[in-house]
C-alpha cells in the first residue's frame, strides 16, 4: 500500500512539474512587466550598483586559487550583474558559483558560451555535442530541440543560467576564420529552422539562449577577436541574407540578441565603428525596426575588434549608450563603473535608461527563478552532467547527420570477410573508426599517412594497397577544430587521388569544405562525417557495416558538384 501511494506521489509530482513547465511565462512579456521583487531588489541598490548590475565578469577555475579569488574580490566590492564562465571543471565550478553567489547581494546571472553544450568549455569532463555545421546535416529538427533541452537540464544541474548560443550566422565564406564550423551552414531558411529547434529547447528547458553574432558574422575573412571585420554589403544584402535568420527569430520569440564587432558601413558610416556600439545598430536597427524586446548583450568588450579604436573604457559607456543591456568582460568593470556613472550624471546618458535596463535584467533574473536559493549540491554531479541518456542523444545526433555523397555501391558490396586495407591519412595510430572496423574484419592491414611522407615512400605503399579486393580510406582532420582546408602535402595528396578508386569506400572525418582540399569522388561510395570525434567516427562506422543508412544532406554548399541539400 505504501508503495502504490509513493507510485501515485511521484506521478503526481511529475505531472505538476510538467505543468509549471508548461506555464512558464513567455519571457519578453515578463522582462518588460512590473514586478515586486525587481522592485524591491532595485530600491536596495546605489547608483554605482545599478549600473554594476548590467556588467558580465570573467571567470576561470583553470587558472589557479589566486585567479578565483581576486574575481571574488571584484564580485564583492562592486557588486557586479553576472559571469561569463571559461574553462575549468564542473566541481570546480560549481563550488566557485556558490563562493561568489554568497558574496553578492543580488543572485549572479550566470553565463556560459556553449554552443555545443557544456564540452565547449570542459570537453575533459563534461558532453560536447555535435557542432552546429554538423548538426546542419540532420533532417529531423526535433532532434535539435532535444539538444536544447538537455543542454538546458545540464544548465542547470551545474548552477548556471545563459547560453550564448545558438549561432545564427550564415556561413556564406568558406575561408571565415572565426564562424566557420559553428555555423549551421549556409542556407538561411535550414538555418533558422535549426536554430529555432534548439533556442525553443533551451528555452522550454529553462534557460535563457542568445541569437548571435547580430547582424551576421558569416561572411567575414577576419576575427574579430584579433581585428575589426569589415562588411561591405549594402542594405539590401544584408537584409535579404545576414539579419534574416535575427529578424525571423525575434519573431519567434528570441530572449536575447548578442552584437558582433564588426564594422559595417551601410549600417553606420561612423569611420572604425563597431556594430556592438553603435546607436544605429543597437538601437535604431534592433530595437526600433527589428521591434526586439528581449535582453541585448554585447560580445566580449576584451576583443580587439572593439578596443582597437575605442580604449580605456569609451568603447564600454558606447554601448551604454547604443542601447544594451548587458556588457560582457570588461577590460575593466570598475573602471567601466565610474565613466558610465560620469555620463549620467553629465547628460550623455539618462538616468532613465539605466534604471530601465537594471529592472529588465533583475526581471531576467526571477524568470530564471534567482529570488531563490542558488546552491549548487556538487554530490554526484559528474556523473549527472554525463549521463547515459545524453550520451545516447549525442550518438544519435551524429548519426542522423552522416551524409552520403556519393552512392551506396561500395557500402552494398563491402563484406566483412574479404581481405581489406584500411588506410588512414592524418593520423599515426588507429582512432574509434579503425579499431570498431577490424573487429568485424575477417583479414584486414592498416596503413597510416601522416601527410608528410615522400612521394617514393606513398609509391610503394600504392602498390601495396592495391594488391587488396576492398579499401576503406578514412582521412581525419586530428585538430582540436575542424578546418576549411587540410594539412597534407601534395605526394599525399596525389597519393589520396590515386587511391580513391572503384574498389575504395572514402570516409572524410573533416570539416565539409575540405573535401576541396582532396579528391575522393572516383571512390565507390563516399561519406561525409563532418568532424573526428568519437560519436562521428562511430556513426561513420554504423554507415560502412550498413547499420544505418546516411540521411543527412550538405549544410553548406562545396562546389558545382557538391551543393547545399545533396545526401543520397
Do not use: C
Request: charged share 25%.
Amino acid at each position: 500500500m505504501i508503495k502504490k501511494i509513493s507510485t501515485i506521489l511521484l506521478f503526481t509530482l511529475f505531472v505538476a512539474t510538467s505543468v509549471l513547465a508548461q506555464k512558464r511565462p513567455d519571457f519578453i512579456t515578463f522582462v518588460n512587466q512590473d514586478h515586486a521583487w525587481v522592485d524591491s531588489v532595485f530600491k536596495t541598490l546605489s547608483p554605482k550598483e545599478r549600473i554594476a548590475q548590467l556588467f558580465l565578469v570573467r571567470a576561470h577555475t583553470n587558472l589557479g586559487q589566486k585567479y578565483i579569488d581576486s574575481v571574488q574580490r571584484v564580485i564583492e566590492k562592486e557588486q557586479l550583474g553576472g559571469l561569463v564562465v571559461f574553462q575549468g571543471g564542473p566541481v570546480r565550478h560549481a563550488n566557485m558559483f556558490n563562493n561568489y553567489q554568497k558574496v553578492s547581494k543580488v543572485p549572479l546571472l550566470i553565463t556560459f558560451d556553449g554552443e555545443w553544450g557544456l564540452g565547449m568549455r570542459m570537453p575533459d569532463s563534461t558532453i560536447s555535442f555535435p557542432y552546429q555545421m554538423t548538426l546542419g546535416a540532420i533532417q529531423n529538427n526535433q532532434l535539435l530541440y532535444d539538444m536544447g533541452r538537455q543542454v538546458a537540464k545540464d544548465f542547470q544541474r551545474i548552477g548556471m543560467h545563459f547560453n550564448f548560443a545558438p549561432v545564427v550566422d550564415i556561413n556564406n565564406n568558406p575561408k571565415n576564420p572565426v564562424i566557420n564550423f559553428r555555423s549551421f551552414g549556409d542556407n538561411k531558411f535550414n538555418v533558422v529552422r535549426k536554430s529555432k529547434a534548439y533556442m525553443n529547447g533551451m528555452v522550454d528547458g529553462g534557460i535563457l539562449a542568445s541569437l548571435k553574432h547580430f547582424p551576421g558574422h558569416g561572411d567575414t575573412d577576419v576575427d574579430s577577436h584579433y581585428d575589426l571585420p569589415q562588411l561591405n554589403f549594402d542594405r539590401k544584402r544584408l537584409e535579404s541574407l545576414e539579419i534574416y535568420p535575427f529578424k525571423e527569430l525575434i519573431n519567434e520569440g528570441a530572449p536575447s540578441v548578442m552584437v558582433a564587432h564588426m564594422n559595417i558601413p551601410a549600417l553606420d558610416n561612423t569611420p572604425n565603428m563597431p556594430s556592438s556600439i553603435s546607436k544605429k545598430v543597437v538601437t535604431d536597427l534592433l530595437r526600433t525596426e527589428l521591434g526586439f524586446k528581449g535582453l541585448t548583450v554585447t560580445d566580449a568588450m576584451d576583443m580587439k575588434g572593439v578596443k582597437k579604436f575605442f580604449p580605456n573604457g569609451e568603447a564600454d559607456v558606447m554601448a551604454i549608450e547604443a542601447g544594451h543591456d548587458l556588457l560582457e568582460v570588461s577590460e575593466n568593470s570598475g573602471r567601466a563603473i565610474g565613466l558610465i556613472e560620469n555620463a549620467v550624471k553629465s547628460g550623455r546618458i539618462s538616468q532613465a535608461d539605466i534604471d530601465r535596463r537594471v529592472k529588465k535584467v533583475l526581471a531576467a533574473k526571477l524568470w530564471l527563478g534567482l529570488n531563490r536559493s542558488t546552491v549548487v549540491n556538487t554530490n554526484n554531479l559528474y556523473q549527472d552532467l554525463n549521463t547515459p541518456s545524453a550520451q545516447s542523444l549525442v550518438q544519435r545526433l551524429a548519426d542522423a547527420s552522416i551524409t552520403l555523397l556519393k552512392s551506396d555501391r561500395g557500402i552494398n558490396r563491402f563484406d566483412k570477410t574479404k581481405e581489406t586495407a584500411i588506410v588512414s591519412v592524418g593520423i599515426d595510430k588507429a582512432q574509434d573508426f579503425e579499431t570498431g572496423l577490424t573487429t568485424q574484419l575477417t583479414a584486414y592491414k592498416q596503413y597510416f599517412i601522416k601527410g608528410d611522407e615522400t612521394e617514393e615512400q606513398l609509391k610503394e605503399l600504392l602498390n601495396e594497397i592495391r594488391e587488396h579486393k576492398q579499401i576503406v580510406l578514412a582521412i581525419h582532420d586530428n585538430r582540436s577544430r575542424p578546418r576549411s582546408e587540410l594539412v597534407l602535402n601534395e605526394p599525399t595528396v596525389n597519393f589520396i587521388d590515386k587511391l580513391a578508386g572503384r574498389r575504395t569506400i572514402s570516409v572524410m572525418f573533416t570539416n565539409p569544405y575540405a573535401m576541396n582540399s582532396v579528391d575522393v569522388m572516383r571512390s565507390a561510395s563516399v561519406l561525409l562525417a563532418y568532424q573526428n570525434d568519437f560519436f562521428m567516427q562511430k556513426a561513420a562506422l554504423k554507415a560502412v557495416l550498413k547499420q544505418l543508412k546516411p540521411t543527412g544532406k550538405l549544410p553548406v554548399t562545396i562546389s558545382k558538384d557538391l551543393k547545399y541539400g545533396k545526401g543520397l
